[in-house]
């Protein structure tokens, strides 16, 4: 199984910005659609945002519309999530995965944290 490496996550004043990384070795990477996902404590995992296998596509739910962009580099098998005007209820951790059906599995995450 192809892992998922996250990275990026940190503790961040509202208002600020982040940029995430999504490291996917492997040669399927640029065969599939692939998302960002996010679980805030107590709540389910939730998508976030996604991208065709081209880049050309992308979709986000509504609550990050304007604020976030997601990218992909299908040569260096690895996908961005830049985060800006971080809100408090942005706090979760971060996935990515296959969209919109994921993998069966998950990488660590990375922590983001939205707070004065």
């Known amino acids: 199984q192809a892992q998922l490496v996250e990275s990026g996550g940190d503790l961040v004043q509202p208002g600020g910005s982040l940029r995430l990384s999504c490291a996917v070795p492997?040669?399927?990477?640029?065969?599939?659609?692939m998302g960002w996902y996010r679980q805030a404590p107590g709540k389910q995992r939730e998508s976030v945002a996604s991208i065709s296998s081209g880049g050309s596509t992308t979709k986000y739910t509504d609550s990050v519309k304007g604020r976030f962009t997601i990218s992909r580099d299908n040569n260096n098998h690895t996908m961005s999530l830049q985060m800006n005007n971080l809100k408090p209820e942005d706090t979760a951790v971060y996935y990515c995965n296959k969209a919109p059906q994921p993998f069966n599995y998950w990488g660590q995450g990375t922590q983001v944290t939205v707070s004065s």
């Open positions: 492997g040669k399927f990477f640029p065969s599939y659609t």
